[in-house]
């Protein structure tokens, strides 16, 4: 038998209680999906009976939740800086910090129609968030992983962000001669052995994307020290990485002879992103 909306919202949450923390949320995302209609339907109409096929589907979809499958890959979609994103299992799943990173590159001293760099792209979720705030900026979006890259250009051709280019490479391998204003990136920072990789979405994302040598620090140590080739002169590097990285961060900027080195926390009050300033 079918269920109205609200209980099939109850069941579904009661269902993902044990496995998440947003149960009733989970439950309420996989249903609007199914129906394709807006948040606020629940609200006005609770007493909506299910299709037989749509009651088939959110079970189906409940289980694989109950199995750990982020709601993002069940849905294929994640919203970014209010942007629809397509999701799947090659890149991470943007996530709320991330727009610490979008925030503070908005706030930096460019000229109108900055040259922005996004390294490792992903989804193309911040190459996108700048480029819909900054029309004149001029944004290049690369990732060494072909399936990132292809699923960041449709994005990008999907949302009609012109001013985003995206293209294939290993960090700057792919961008001789080229210089930028602004580099941004979100790269891999997590520790091989972090015991939150066995926790969560986490274990449904690729490690390449998460996980880097050297206590997470070799790939923000890589580009640091390449950046110096590709920025313009008073040109900014920004950085995310983890929450305990700040001050190694910072280190390597003063050592590389960058100047105005600064961290700045995320919503939780945890050090984010570092920023600093090519003299």
Known sequence: MSHTLEQAIAAGASLLAPSSDSAKLDAQVLLLHILQKPRSYLFTWPDKTLTDEQQLTFEHFCKRRLNGEPVAHITGQREFWSLPLEVNATTLIPRPDTETLVEQ????????????????????????????????????????????????SRNQQRLAIHNVQV?????????????FNLIV??????????????E????????????????????????ITQSRDYLLSSGYLLI???????????????????INVKTVKDLGNNDRVTLAQWP
Request: charged content about 20%.
């Open 240 to 258: 995310e990485h983890g929450f305990e990285q700040g001050e190694a961060v910072r280190n390597l900027f003063n050592q590389m002879a960058f």
């Open 105 to 152: 590159a908005l706030a930096m001293a460019v000229p109108e129609s900055a040259k922005v760099l996004d390294l490792g792209t992903g989804t193309g979720a911040i190459a996108l968030a700048l480029g819909s705030e900054m029309p004149n900026w001029q944004i290049t979006a690369v990732d060494r992983v072909a399936d990132a890259v292809a699923l960041a």
């Open 200 to 223: 969560g979405d986490v274990r449904f994302e690729p490690l390449s994307a998460l996980v880097a040598e050297e206590a997470g620090m070799a790939d923000i140590k890589q580009i």
């Open 185 to 198: 990136t979100n790269p891999p920072y997590i520790e091989h052995d972090d015991k939150h990789l066995n």
């Open 167 to 179: 293209k294939q490479s290993n960090w700057f391998s792919a961008l001789k001669n080229q210089q």
